[in-house]
């Protein structure tokens, strides 16, 4: 027909991308082979800085032309000194050209960073306008949300700052994930808790406007997981503080275990005034777990972070408790505000149930509420809870499973006043958490 704009069908279509592609391809063939060839050779020079751009331009994540560039710049800031920020300033401006076209890409972000250190004088207070602009276009693009974070200590800026910038991200957008996870990293910074024996890392009235804040985020849209997993972070337990489980001596071998994992040269062990050199059983650097032979009959000093326990060596069981297992308990009561606050938290959650009872992340966040007010209490309103949500978030049943046998297990451990017997058998545990504390009784029946 004439006069008609001739329309092509799908197969020639298909066929003429494929010509493309395998140009395309064996372009880039080329080049590595010539580049590679090159580097073999020893070449350091600017036309392998100009053969690799190319490449670097088409596909800035080979991350093996971004080490060959290294080289040769290295080299060439080597023959010519003067002119060393002038070719790390050109290399910074061809990591700025290949993030526009990928902003994603681990090799430019890294390459950036790493040409910057190498400047007298990096602009590194202009990163951060940079990182302005490319969380505009993406506010969710984790690689620069890690720039960023390297970027802010080297120009100086402060938490304070950074802290604001996080709060107008997510006044931009709330369904944030990298900005909640930066407020994480520095509010224990900006509002560090002065109470050290807390496990809580954030000052209590600043833990309250936050968890305000999130909560004024989550209920906005529940089905959006960012929030709740920041209020998952402040409802949390926190890092407990180092502590001695107990030392445990039974013919002749000694077992130091601790609540975290620690390297050997934490713990010290002395017999009188002397320090003993142990000769630890092979393992892993860092363990909660630390075993080896020691000489019986001998009264041994076991010494971490500040905290000492005495201990005699016998061929019969022997066993003495630390500060991590007397009085034990996972959950740490909430002071009085704190409790008023997590309450109106868990009504609120109440509430929401009552018009989305499916809803995942509330379900989730009301267990994590109640075992933050009291476990004991809530123990089978938590367990129930879990059930619920095997069958409401089916692809994570086993997740759901595993948490109700640490709980089973927490609780088992802080009723134990003898360590001779422990009966689990009337649960069906998914998996066995916390091992260290349960090597210390005779028999575990599971």
């Known amino acids: 027909m004439h006069g008609r704009l001739k329309v092509k069908t799908t197969a020639q279509q298909d066929a003429e991308k494929q010509v493309e592609r395998n140009a395309k391809l064996g372009a880039y063939r080329q080049a590595m082979s010539a580049i590679l060839s ?15 751009s190319q490449v670097l331009h088409a596909n800035p994540d080979i991350h093996t032309l971004w080490n060959i560039r290294r080289e040769c710049v290295l080299a060439l800031a080597v023959e010519s000194p003067s002119d060393k920020d002038k070719l790390w300033s050109k290399e910074v401006e061809l990591t700025q050209q290949c993030l526009m076209s990928n902003p994603k890409s681990y090799g430019a972000w890294h390459h950036r960073c790493y040409s910057l250190d190498q400047m007298s004088c990096p602009p590194w207070q202009n990163e951060l306008a940079l990182c302005d602009r490319f969380l505009s276009m993406d506010e969710r693009n984790f690689h620069c949300w890690d720039y960023r974070q390297i970027a802010a200590k080297k120009a100086g800026q402060t938490p304070e700052k950074e802290l604001e910038f996080t709060m107008e991200r997510i006044n931009t957008n709330f369904s944030n994930y990298s900005a909640w996870h930066y407020r994480s990293k520095l509010l224990p910074l900006t509002n560090p808790n002065p109470d050290k024996s807390s496990c809580q890392p ?8 936050e968890l305000d804040l999130v909560q004024n985020a989550a209920f906005t849209d529940p089905d959006d997981s960012s929030a709740w997993l920041y209020h ?11 502590a001695i489980l107990y030392a445990k001596v039974e013919k002749g071998v000694l077992t130091v275990a601790t609540n975290r994992a620690v390297s050997s040269s934490d713990i010290s062990v002395r017999i009188g005034e002397e320090v003993v050199t142990m000769e630890w059983r092979k393992g892993m650097k860092w363990r909660v777990e630390w075993v080896a032979e020691v000489p019986l009959h001998q009264t041994m000093k076991i010494e971490l972070n500040e905290e000492e326990i005495d201990i005699k060596s016998s061929e019969e069981r022997t066993y003495v408790l630390g500060s991590g297992f007397v009085d034990l308990k996972f959950d740490p009561e909430p002071s009085e505000e704190t409790t008023k606050v997590l309450k ?4 609120n959650c109440e509430q929401l149930l009552e018009m989305e009872p499916d809803s995942k992340w509330t379900n989730y966040t009301k267990a994590m509420l109640m075992k933050a007010l009291d476990s004991n209490k809530h123990f089978d309103a938590i367990l129930g809870i879990y059930e619920n949500l095997k069958m409401i978030d089916s692809m994570r049943k086993n997740y759901y499973e595993d948490q109700k046998s640490k709980l089973i297990i927490e609780k088992a451990l802080e009723r134990s006043s003898d360590f001779d017997f422990l009966d689990l058998s009337a649960y069906k545990l998914s998996k066995i958490y916390y091992k260290q504390y349960l090597n210390l009784f005779v028999e575990v029946k599971f």
């Open 38 to 52: 090159r580097r073999g050779e020893g070449k350091k020079d600017s036309k392998q800085l100009m053969m690799t």
């Open 202 to 209: 954030i000052e209590e009235s600043v833990h309250h406007q």
């Open 344 to 347: 109106e938290e868990l009504d």
């Open 232 to 242: 998952t972070w402040l409802v949390g337990r926190g890092q407990a503080k180092l």
